[in-house]
């Protein structure tokens, strides 16, 4: 079974969704390493599934540094959604941090897959809850504790992220910098080999 059809299925605890009737809605795409999916300041076209890879969203700053917001791994969805219900330009870049195969989907096939098919209208607010959640407990714990302990909760919720991601990349979303970061790491590999 198609990846997003398991996805949907698991998540909404519906057993059957029609995958022939859905999948024709997306395009498959293959990016390489690196590759830029979405540019910041051009119109938001498609909304990405990720099927195989890792991809991030982010922002350049004014002083020319990128602030990543978002990851996505397999079975997770990427896009400025603003931008794209809006057919608006992007106040974001998605890049591939992995060769990476993803499902996208144009905002009228969208539109239209959700007037077809009550249950994708329920997947897609299920996760945008999901995603909701998950924003918000980032911006508490960036806020509110300790850089060290929020890298140790992440580690510990994410530990394929520490894997995957690159460290400069991953430092910009904990919102540490790349030494600070690479300071922890040490630290954590020193206590591990102390006990």
Request: aromatic share 14%; hydrophobic share 40%; glycine share 4%.
């Amino acid at each position: 079974m198609h990846p997003l059809i398991q996805h949907i299925q698991k998540i909404t605890s519906d057993s059957g969704v029609d995958g022939d009737a859905i999948l024709p809605f997306f395009e498959t795409k293959i990016f390489k390493k690196k590759d830029i999916l979405q540019e910041e300041d051009k119109r938001c076209l498609w909304y990405f599934f990720v099927i195989k890879g890792c991809l991030r969203l982010y922002f350049t700053d004014y002083n020319g540094v990128e602030q990543t917001m978002q990851f996505a791994l397999e079975n997770w969805w990427m896009t400025d959604l603003n931008a794209f219900r809006s057919g608006q330009r992007s106040g974001y870049t998605i890049q591939a941090l992995e060769a990476t195969e993803v499902l996208a989907i144009t905002a009228a096939n969208y539109e239209l897959l959700m007037a077809k098919f009550p249950i994708t209208e329920s997947y897609f607010r299920l996760i945008y809850e999901r995603a909701y959640a998950a924003s918000l407990l980032r911006i508490r714990m960036i806020s509110r504790m300790p850089k060290d302990e929020f890298y140790e909760l992440f580690q510990s919720r994410y530990p394929e992220f520490i894997q995957r991601i690159p460290q400069k990349v991953l430092a910009s979303f904990l919102g540490f910098t790349p030494e600070y970061l690479s300071e922890l790491r040490k630290h954590k590999v020193k206590g591990k080999n102390n006990s």
